[in-house]
């Protein structure tokens, strides 16, 4: 069975799709019946579902004629087609496990024979037709603070074709808000304005930072933006602020954005830090200067000290030169040292008396 959503079969869709959903005259045996229920067509390139199906005493339509507002259908066009009474039921049990700011995670129960599921999903901005032969799917990339619909059916095989379910009941859910568009504008030595986009059914947002936190309302919302003027900062400080975005979900619930994390640094001497690897800055009055840390020295900590390898070069050059010395010194005192002297057994010392 092909995609319903394929080129062949949207163009025979659109040839005949209209005849089929006004109804088919069937002619069997001299005997005539209007169809009234579903037509399922298996093409070799594509599958089409229509409005209505003929119960013809043959499973094959070649054995018939069909007219349909008088005009003769060609019944070899159709030698393949087989009317299906039996449909399966869609998957029991959808529910949605997870949603966050950008996925939707659904699960339904199994189905017999199922060759896949079809899961479609309608937003607000947003709608897609996905295919998977899981029973667990998450929906990615969608936007967020965002009221979807799912629904799920099932294509099932049979003895001789395949069938499709109708549709399931669908479902609603919101996805999380996120906090877009964070920022800190107009950053002095003791103050700085922060601002960021609202979001759809917004109800408050915090803003909190080490002090106590501060609720905006939907109310100030200025332009789809709000923005909170922050001051009493102390000059070349990094600040850090957390933004979470409360809104109602479908069912007029509240649900909370994940923290949305800004950090600045207020305006100053060291508000630029000026110090290289991973020098730390520091300011009094009117004069800045750097603190290095190990292996670094300069104004700026830009070079890198070899006190501590020089000591040691040194330690292993006054060790070398120590031990040359000793060696010299030896060699000197063996040289010096008075001979041994030995004495012919006739020779007799010039001191000796009998």
């Not at 229920?37 to 339509?61: C, H, K, P, W, Y």
């Not at 909170?228 to 400080?237: I, Q």
């Not at 994390?261 to 991973?278: A, E, I, K």
């Not at 900590?301 to 020089?310: V, W």
């Amino acid at each position: 069975m092909s995609n319903i959503a394929s080129a062949s079969a949207v163009a025979f869709r659109g040839r005949h799709e209209s005849t089929l959903n006004n109804g088919l005259v069937f002619t069997n045996g001299g005997n005539t019946l209007t169809s009234s229920v579903l037509v399922f067509i298996r093409l070799s390139a594509g599958s089409v579902r229509a409005d209505s199906e003929a119960l013809l005493t043959s499973q094959n339509m070649a054995d018939s004629s069909a007219t349909a507002a008088g005009t003769n259908l060609d019944s070899a066009v159709y030698a393949d087609v087989m009317t299906i009474t039996d449909f399966p039921d869609p998957p029991a049990n959808l529910v949605i496990s997870e949603v966050t700011d950008s996925t939707i995670t659904v699960r339904y129960d199994e189905v017999a024979s199922a060759i896949h599921y079809e899961i479609q999903l309608t937003c607000t901005t947003t709608s897609v037709n996905l295919v998977t032969t899981s029973t667990t799917y998450t929906i990615p990339d969608l936007p967020s603070n965002t009221i979807c619909s799912v629904q799920v059916r099932v294509l099932v095989a049979l003895v001789a074709a395949a069938a499709r379910s109708d549709y399931s009941d669908s479902i609603e859910t919101t996805t999380v808000p996120a906090v877009l568009g964070l920022q800190a504008t107009s950053i002095t030595e003791t103050s700085a304005v922060i601002s960021f986009n609202s979001v759809t059914r917004g109800v408050y947002y915090t803003v909190q930072s080490a002090a106590s936190p501060i609720n905006l309302t939907q109310s100030q919302v200025v332009s789809g933006n709000l923005s909170l003027s922050v001051g009493g900062l102390v000059k070349s400080t990094t600040y850090t602020y957390t933004v979470v975005a409360v809104a109602l979900d479908v069912d007029g619930n509240l649900h909370s954005s994940a923290p949305a994390t800004l950090t600045f640094t207020t305006s100053g001497l060291c508000g630029v830090n000026p110090c290289f690897n991973g020098g730390l800055c520091s300011e009094d009055g009117t004069l800045v200067g750097c603190l290095c840390p190990s292996g670094y020295t300069g104004i700026l900590c830009e070079a890198k000290d070899n006190s501590e390898a020089l000591k040691i070069g040194l330690g292993v050059t006054g060790g070398v030169i120590g031990g040359a010395l000793i060696v010299l010194v030896l060699v000197w005192y063996v040289k010096k040292r008075p001979q041994a002297y030995s004495l012919h057994p006739d020779e007799k010392p010039s001191n000796f008396e009998e």
